[in-house]
């Protein structure tokens, strides 16, 4: 499968920006996908995940709250709607594909990745 993110951009602290990751091949609907993030100078974070059929989702402690990860399976498309952004919030947006289909929050258990998306928060 690959993996498409888009719609990061530059926003003010308190903002609200949706990302969006869209996925080509048939078997995404038995995926679960899963939103990570990079800062500079830090390792690859866990902040989202939804597993295959949305029924079930969970979140980094720093983004509940604030970020719903939610996937519609007829557009093989998962989202990621961030609210109440913060300059803390500033990193590279990657969304990730599970094929097992259940909810996971580290990094190797994901086996396919988009390219990533820039989301700048200011203050």
């Known amino acids: 499968v690959q993996l498409q993110a888009s719609g990061g951009g530059l926003v003010q602290a308190g903002g609200s920006l949706r990302l969006s990751c869209a996925a080509s091949?048939?078997?995404?609907?038995?995926?679960?996908m899963g939103w990570f993030r990079q800062a500079p100078g830090k390792e690859r974070e866990f902040v989202a995940a939804?597993?295959?059929?949305?029924?079930?989702?969970y979140y980094t402690a720093s983004v509940k709250g604030r970020f719903t990860i939610s996937r519609d399976n007829a557009k093989n498309t998962v989202y990621l709607q961030m609210n109440s952004l913060k300059p803390e919030d500033t990193a590279v947006y990657y969304c990730?594909?599970?094929?097992?289909?259940?909810?996971?929050?580290?990094?190797?258990?994901?086996?396919?990745w988009g390219q990533g998306t820039q989301v700048t928060v200011s203050s």
């Open positions: 091949g048939r078997s995404f609907s038995s995926y679960a």
């Open positions: 990730a594909a599970d094929p097992t289909g259940w909810v996971r929050t580290e990094r190797y258990e994901y086996d396919y």
């Open positions: 939804i597993n295959w059929n949305g029924g079930r989702t």
